[in-house]
């Protein structure tokens, strides 16, 4: 944006050294963090004990808004989900979800998506680019000052605020890892967000290499994988990301994961008639959760734009549940949310450069 930069992307050590590059005290660095992240202003104007010169030099160096709200539909059930443009007249969507009182953020991290999963409708998009730490930030800040301004307060701390950030809209978290890690950080930060890491939910494709490295960062968040089927042949034929890291790899992947962190993992599973919603699947299901400290999500197909996937009957979703149960598999049927404004799992796409559905 004419050549500024993004304050809301910059580490707190980052802003300390541009602070000392134009004259100023590095300690107004936590000053201006806890305007932006824990007050959540709208303008630099607001930083009250900021002084107007070192307003003026940020103007001069940073934008504080990355993102234009450009629509805002509200379903049925409660969900909202917003149209962001981007500074560089790009879109996103982003998604709250209300449930008794609380309020869960589905953020987008990148422009699109590269995972050309076939029942995701943000795969048609193809990838544009990463989002930036600040980016992703001020999506939640947004659903803030949303909250705020309707006067709505959670149940956890009685304050106009989201309780939890699932990582889980347009784009593959994990092939953004640096900046959704400097995401976590900041919402993890007590002095700033003060959001536990059992909070915030990082959901990915099956990133092998990217698993070990969120562990390795220490990442302050959970771990869901989108595992959808039971074998390779299946899941390569609906997620290509299975060709390159098959269940094999992925599984030990989750395994390291869980013994190194001491966390379960979450297995989302999309249920799709006639593939993974059958008896058979329910078995193999079964021996790869019951030997692992685990819990499964399943959900049943969203509309998406392939022909040759249907979701599953009442019936057949029942059956299957009720087989892998009967094992002691903990598995949660998710009730799909927002489905009438195109918000649930999967549903995410706008034509890039038109602010038109897909």
Known sequence: MNGLHNIKSLTLDELKTWLKSVGEKPFRAEQIQNWL????????????????????????????????????????????????????????????????????????????????????????????RNLEAGEIL?????????????????????QAEVTNIIFMGMGEPLNNLENVHRTCCTLHNQKLFNMGRKRMT????????????LVDRN????????????????????????????????????????????????????LIKGTTCTKETAKE?????????????????????????????????DQFLEIVRAANVQITMRNPRGRDILAACGQLAYKQGTAESC
């Open 285 to 317: 299901l079964i021996r790869i959760c019951a030997p692992r400290r685990c819990k499964v999500n399943a959900i049943a197909l969203n509309d998406g734009d392939d022909p040759h996937l249907e979701a599953p009957s009442t019936e057949e979703v």
């Open 219 to 270: 990442t302050p968040c959970c771990l869901a994988v989108s595992l959808n089927s039971t074998n390779n042949e299946q899941r390569s034929a609906v997620m290509p990301v299975n060709k390159t890291w098959p269940i094999e790899k992925l599984l030990e992947a989750t395994d390291e994961y869980t013994k190194r962190t001491d966390n379960y993992v979450t297995f989302e599973f999309v």
């Open 138 to 158: 001020e999506e939640i800040i947004r659903v803030n000052w949303h909250l705020k301004k309707a006067g709505i307060l959670n149940v956890e701390n009685n």
């Open 37 to 128: 992240f824990r007050n959540q202003v709208e303008n630099v104007e607001e930083m009250v004990n900021i002084s107007p010169s070192l307003q003026s030099k940020m103007k001069e160096a940073f934008y504080i808004h990355s993102l234009t709200e450009e629509l805002k539909k509200e379903s049925v059930d409660g969900t909202i989900k917003w149209l962001f443009k981007t500074y560089d007249n790009h879109y996103i969507e982003t998604v709250m979800i209300p449930t008794n009182g609380r309020f869960s953020v589905c953020v987008s991290t990148q422009i699109g998506c590269a995972m050309n999963c076939s029942f995701c409708r943000t795969a048609k998009m193809g990838f544009i």
């Open 202 to 213: 990082i959901s990915t494709s099956g990133v092998v290499p990217k698993i070990k490295e």
